[in-house]
C-alpha cells in the first residue's frame, strides 16, 4: 500500500461518550464485534489505519479524574484528530429547575457536575467527526418517548441537521438500539481511514445514515419474505418459519440490515430468528410502531391481499412443481449396459 508508514504514523483519539441518557448497551454490544473487532482496531491489525486511542468509560484502564484528563486535553487540542462519539440522547437542559439531567465529571470552580451538554458544546466544534451511536443518541429513542420529563432530543437535533465537523462531516448517525455490533465497528473504521485520507467522505442518507448499512429494509433481507409472498403467515410465535407480520412483524417499513448480517458471527437477528422487528433503528421509534405486538394497519392489509389471492396459488403451484419434477433425479442416471446422457462422442 503506497505511504502506508504515513498514515500508520497517525494517531487518532475516540472520545466516546455515554452519558447522553443511555443504558451503555451500543458500548457492550460493540464488544462482540468481529468485522473489525474493536481489538483489531486499537492494536492497528489492518494495514494503513492509523493508531486509534479509544477513551470508553465502560472499557477503559483509568478510572475518575484520571479517566477524565482525556476531556480536558480533546478540549485543549492536545488530542488531534479525535472523533467524539455520543451515545445516549441529550436532554433539553433548559428545563432542569435547579440540577442537571446528565452529566460528567466535575467543574473545579463551583464543584457541580459539567453537564453532558455542555461537553458536546465544548467539544464537538473542535471534533474532526461527529458519531451519534444507537437510536438514542440519533434521533432521540426511548428516552424522548411522548410524555418524557427530560425534552430528550437527538445529537442531530441538538447541533442542527447541517452541523458539520472540522473534516467537514455532518453527524454521523449509526441507529439501532442497541446497534449492531459490526455496524459500529465497520463505520468508525471507515471513518479512521477517511481521516487519514484512504477512503471518501461516508456516503450518508436523509436522515444521516450510512448508506451501505441502511439502504434497504428489514423485508428486503428476511429470509421469511419467500414466505410472505406467498401469503403464508405465523399464526403464533415459536418454532413457526413462517412470515410474522400479523404478529406485529414491523420488517416491511424499518431500515436496518440485522437479518442480513446476523447479530454477531452472523448468529441470531430478529424476525429472521422469530422474533418482531419492533423497528428499533428508525427516526420514528418507538412512539410511531407501538404498540409493538400488534399487527400494523398496512402490513395487515398487504397481508390479507396476498393471504387470500395469488398467495395460495403460488404456493400450491410452485409445491406441485418440486414434489412432480425437482425433487426427482434425471432419468439417465441409472445403472444399465447403455449410455442415455446424451453425451456424443467426438474424437
Ligand atoms: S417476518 Fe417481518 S421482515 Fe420477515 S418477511 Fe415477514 S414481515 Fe417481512
Ligand atoms: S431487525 Fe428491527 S428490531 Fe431488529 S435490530 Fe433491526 S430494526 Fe431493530
Known amino acids: 500500500m503506497p505511504d502506508q508508514a504515513k498514515t500508520e504514523e497517525i494517531t487518532a483519539h475516540v472520545i466516546w461518550m455515554t452519558t447522553g441518557l443511555s443504558c451503555d448497551g451500543d458500548s457492550v454490544a460493540m464488544t462482540s464485534a468481529v468485522n473489525p473487532s474493536l481489538e483489531d482496531i486499537v492494536t492497528q491489525a489492518i494495514p494503513g489505519m492509523p493508531k486509534v486511542v479509544v477513551h470508553n468509560p465502560v472499557l477503559a484502564y483509568e478510572v475518575g479524574a484520571e479517566f477524565m484528563q482525556a476531556w480536558y486535553d480533546a478540549e485543549a487540542g492536545k488530542l488531534d484528530p479525535f472523533v467524539l462519539v455520543v451515545e445516549g440522547s441529550i436532554p433539553n437542559e433548559q428545563i432542569n429547575g435547579d440540577g442537571y439531567w446528565a452529566g460528567m465529571g466535575d467543574d473545579p470552580d463551583t464543584g457541580q457536575p459539567i453537564t453532558t451538554n455542555e461537553w458536546v458544546d465544548r467539544l464537538a466544534p473542535k471534533a474532526a467527526a461527529v458519531v451519534a451511536?444507537?437510536?438514542?443518541a440519533t434521533y432521540g429513542g426511548i428516552p424522548a418517548m411522548k410524555n418524557n420529563p427530560t425534552g430528550?432530543?437527538?445529537?442531530?437535533?441538538?447541533?442542527?441537521?447541517?452541523?458539520k465537523s472540522t473534516a467537514n462531516l455532518p453527524v454521523v448517525c449509526i441507529p439501532g438500539c442497541p446497534a449492531q455490533p459490526d455496524n459500529t465497528t465497520e463505520t468508525l473504521l471507515y471513518l479512521a481511514l477517511h481521516l487519514a485520507g484512504r477512503a471518501p467522505a461516508p456516503e450518508l442518507d436523509e436522515a444521516l445514515r450510512p448508506k451501505w448499512?441502511?439502504?434497504r429494509t428489514v423485508r428486503e433481507g428476511c429470509n421469511r419474505a419467500g414466505f410472505a409472498e406467498q401469503g403464508d403467515f405465523a399464526t403464533e410465535y415459536g418454532s413457526d418459519h413462517r412470515c410474522l407480520v400479523k404478529l406485529g412483524c414491523k420488517g416491511p417499513v424499518v431500515k436496518c440490515n440485522v437479518p442480513v448480517r446476523g447479530w454477531q458471527s452472523g448468529v441470531g437477528g430478529c424476525p429472521n430468528v422469530g422474533g418482531i422487528c419492533m423497528a428499533c433503528t428508525m427516526p420514528g421509534f418507538p412512539d410511531k410502531y407501538m404498540p409493538f405486538m400488534d399487527e400494523d394497519k398496512w402490513g395487515g392489509a398487504a397481508a390479507s391481499i396476498m393471504k387470500f389471492s395469488y398467495g395460495p396459488i403460488v404456493r400450491y403451484m410452485r409445491h406441485r412443481h418440486i414434489r412432480n419434477e425437482f425433487d426427482k433425479e434425471?432419468?439417465?442416471?441409472?445403472?444399465?449396459?447403455?449410455?442415455?446422457t446424451g453425451y456424443q462422442k467426438r474424437w
Open 133 to 136: 451511536l444507537g437510536t438514542c
Open 213 to 215: 448499512l441502511f439502504g
Open 330 to 340: 434425471p432419468e439417465w442416471r441409472r445403472k444399465g449396459a447403455a449410455l442415455t
Open 152 to 163: 430528550a432530543m437527538g445529537l442531530p437535533d441538538y447541533l442542527g441537521w447541517n452541523w
